[in-house]
């Protein structure tokens, strides 16, 4: 099969998909110039700073490959008009957020970043450019990328030769692993109607992806399986956040079940961990696209059913808060609370979406004192996610605070309660007596990942709650 020649790529969007996936691509087409480039200069001054423990992202392994490929095949700049023109093959891996305001606010993606990357390679591209989606786009985005390109070359004059071809290519990666499911994914996914096209980016995977992994499907069969991906996943997520509210009530394990449906080979083990809910960024802004998708072509009943995972979703991070409230005898108001965790899942210093915003600002609206600790997160991004000031820079010391703990010791000195909210390995390993004597008395344990064991904690003296296993009334 034919194919272009692919000498130079250049990613468009620097972000947690960009970085982690063109640091992949580098280290297995080593003959490829591969330039990542986005408009936040912070981002990639820290993508290049000589100090690796300063990326602007934190996910294992992912400084060694920096360290190998930097500055020999991996560029990273800001000079997006210089990377777009030398490019054969072009990324899109920019932001997809939800919506926040006009059609479709709240629900539908804003491709806002998305279209101006597709206006800049209209103006900047030379001769033939292959441009792939990586973003998690709408089912129909393609055609969208398609007119801009299309109409950028009716209007420039005779002799000048720019074309495309438009592939869709979403990236599976989850954060905290990103680089094993980038170097032994599940699949690749290509869609798009340019083969030609497909088999030349197809050719850069099998450099390390097995030739039976690399699916090809037409362009909107592409676009539509990632978001029906994640649908699948969270769906799977709030079924068992339903029945971990359940077994809290009737003494049932929600590990235990979890065990024995997921020994049932056509349900699987992956993905039945209850929790505090699903945080990140793409689980909620990606069945919400699809919930307005379904909107948009009159399927209310199948958007009013994919809604419903976003909804006990919301439901379960509400049901946490409130009880941590009710257990402390109806009020936590100046009431020193522990945050163990503040990432929305361990491995990552990404706090999008996190569980632990929600609960945090539910507490604090009742006038908790939290005293947060997180091994990778640091106290600017919480200042920013809970929209207040950390203790130390709160100017007039209100209750409008939060206490940003160095160490674990340091968040639970003195607190009524501990909670933990992200599985972070350094939480497994923490001496439960010692810390015990640390607290105020009732000591309690919000345990919303079941990483402690309660019969243990319990023997030192704490109140227990574990997702889906222990509720202080069994
Ligand atoms: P991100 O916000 O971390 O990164 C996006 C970057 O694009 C930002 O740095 C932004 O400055 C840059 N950008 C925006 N417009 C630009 C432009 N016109 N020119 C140059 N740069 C521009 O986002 P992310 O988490 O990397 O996600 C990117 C896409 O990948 C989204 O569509 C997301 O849904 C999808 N995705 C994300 C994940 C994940 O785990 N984060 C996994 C799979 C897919
Ligand atoms: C997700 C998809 O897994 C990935 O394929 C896609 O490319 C991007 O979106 P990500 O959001 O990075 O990845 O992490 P993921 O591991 O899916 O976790 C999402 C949220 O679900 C986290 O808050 C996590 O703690 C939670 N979760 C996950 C559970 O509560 N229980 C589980 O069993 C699994």
């Given amino acids: 099969m034919s194919k272009y020649k692919i000498k130079n790529i250049c990613c468009i969007g620097a972000g947690y998909v960009g970085g982690p996936t063109m640091a992949v691509f580098a280290e297995h087409c080593k003959d490829i110039k591969i330039t990542v480039c986005d408009i936040n200069k912070n981002r990639i001054d820290a993508w290049n700073s000589t100090d690796i423990k300063f990326l602007p992202i934190y996910e294992p392994e992912l400084d060694t490959l920096i360290s190998e490929c930097r500055n020999k095949n991996l560029f990273f700049t800001t000079d997006i008009k210089n990377s777009i023109e030398n490019a054969d093959m072009i990324f899109l891996s920019v932001n997809t957020p939800t919506k926040l305001k006009g059609v479709g606010a709240g629900k539908a993606s804003d491709l806002k970043w998305v279209e101006a990357s597709a206006r800049q390679i209209a103006e900047f591209s030379t001769g033939h450019t292959i441009v792939v989606e ?21 209007n420039r004059s005779f002799g000048d030769s720019k074309t495309f071809s438009v592939l869709s290519n979403p990236e599976f990666l989850s954060e905290g692993s990103a680089i094993k499911d980038l170097q032994f994914p599940d699949r ?4 798009g109607q340019d083969h030609k096209a497909i088999e030349s980016l197809a050719n850069l995977y099998i450099n390390w992806v097995p030739r039976n992994k690399i ?21 799977r997520i709030s079924s068992i956040n339903t029945i ?12 235990q079940v979890s065990n024995a449906i997921g020994l049932d080979s056509r349900i699987g083990n992956k993905f039945l961990e209850a ?17 307005y998708l379904c909107e948009y072509y009159n399927l209310n009943e199948v958007a009013k059913y994919w809604e419903q995972v ?37 491995n990552t210093n990404d706090t999008r979406n996190s569980p632990s915003i929600k609960i945090c600002k539910d507490l604090l609206d009742e006038g908790a004192v939290l005293s947060i600790y997180d091994p990778k ?26 206490i940003y703990a160095d160490s674990i010791e340091q968040a639970i000195q003195d607190s009524h309660a501990i909670l933990i909210l992200t599985e972070w390995k350094e939480f497994y390993k923490i ?28 023997r030192f003296g704490f109140n227990v709650w574990q997702v889906g296993n222990k509720s202080f009334d069994n």
Avoid: Y
């Fill in 310 to 346: 976003v909804k006990i979703n919301e439901w379960q991070k509400n049901r946490i808060s409130k009880l941590v409230v009710n257990s402390l005898f109806g009020t936590v108001s100046g009431k020193k609370i522990a945050i163990l965790g503040f990432s929305f899942k361990a």
């Fill in 275 to 291: 929790g505090p809910g699903f945080g990140g960024s793409c689980f909620q802004k990606d069945i919400l696209n699809l919930v």
């Fill in 377 to 402: 997160v640091d106290e600017v991004q919480i200042e920013n996610d809970l929209n207040i000031l950390n203790f130390d820079n709160s100017l007039n010391n209100s209750q409008d605070s939060f």
């Fill in 134 to 154: 990586k973003s998690t786009l709408p089912v129909r985005t393609a055609k969208t990328i398609e007119e801009i390109l299309f109409n950028s070359q009716l």
């Fill in 431 to 458: 001496n439960w007596q010692i810390m015990f004597k640390k607290m105020k008395r009732p000591a309690w344990i919000f345990d919303t990942r079941s990483i402690i064991d309660t019969k243990e904690v319990e």
């Fill in 188 to 191: 690749v996914l290509i869609g």
């Fill in 215 to 235: 699916l090809r499907t037409n362009i909107w069969s592409s676009e539509l399986s990632k978001l029906t991906a994640n649908a699948f996943l969270a769906q």
């Fill in 244 to 255: 971990s509210a359940l077994c809290e009530v009737t003494e049932a394990d929600v590990k």
